[in-house]
């Protein structure tokens, strides 16, 4: 089993729509939860960041996090054309170093 | 402020060849990764450096991996005798230790990569 699954997508939705986007792990130790949004032929921006369970608001983007599921889960709301790239959940046991752990992405396109 | 940089955009190889990849961090950041994004695939974990510490290369594939770092500035990475798996996009990513609302984090800041093509 991978640590971390990812739908790969491609995710399609019309301009304003609801998007959730998702990921689950293996490991319950995991204590840190990041999205990354990326663009094409760009790197990875951290988007979203939350430390164990919970939820965390930013303007359109919320992240959620289900340690009782290994679940976790970015919402945009009124999406935007903008918004097209690929997410990365990303996990870690620790806030810094070589523990992080990325998923494979999923594509979004918004379309306008 | 100036990113994360990273040197070449792109490189094209053939099988057997050595290539070095640059990159230039931001400045001030103790901390730098690399990482290689296979297509379709997560970023996998390649070395950490950490101020003056002694890296952790735990994530090298292999021998014919390295990777320098002088002080906390530019790190090149080397691939010997590449080989067609060996083509991906490789990320460099900085960061300084900061406290972020409700614990400490290390927000890694990514450069734009560099695409290997081994033929």
């Known amino acids: 089993q991978k640590e971390v699954e990812q739908d790969p997508g491609p995710l399609s939705v019309p301009e304003g729509a609801i998007v959730s986007l998702n990921c689950t792990y293996s490991n319950s130790a995991f204590q840190y939860f990041m999205w990354y949004r990326q663009y094409s032929r760009k790197g990875p921006e951290l988007l979203m960041y939350t430390y164990s369970s919970g939820n965390k608001e930013d303007g359109r983007f919320t992240a959620q996090v289900d340690k009782s599921s290994k679940y976790i889960s970015l919402f945009i709301r009124d999406s935007q054309p903008s918004d097209s790239a690929t997410y990365l959940c990303?996990?870690?046991?620790?806030?810094?170093?070589?523990?992080?752990?990325f998923g494979p992405g999923t594509r979004l396109s918004v379309l306008p | 402020g100036a990113g994360v940089s990273q040197s070449p955009s792109n490189k094209v190889t053939e099988k057997g060849k050595d290539v070095e990849l640059r990159c230039d961090p931001i400045s001030g950041h103790t901390a730098l990764y690399w990482y290689r994004q296979r297509l379709g695939q997560g970023l996998e974990f390649l070395i950490y450096f950490q101020g003056n510490s002694a890296p952790d290369k735990s994530g090298l594939p292999s021998d014919r991996f390295s990777a320098e770092r002088t002080g906390e500035s530019v790190s090149t990475l080397t691939i010997q005798r590449t080989q067609q798996e060996d083509s991906a996009v490789y990320l460099c990513a900085s960061s300084q230790y900061t406290l972020l609302g409700g614990g400490s984090t290390d927000t890694q800041y990514f450069g734009p990569g560099t695409r290997l093509t081994v033929l």
């Open positions: 990303a996990i870690s046991l620790r806030s810094y170093g070589q523990n992080f752990v």
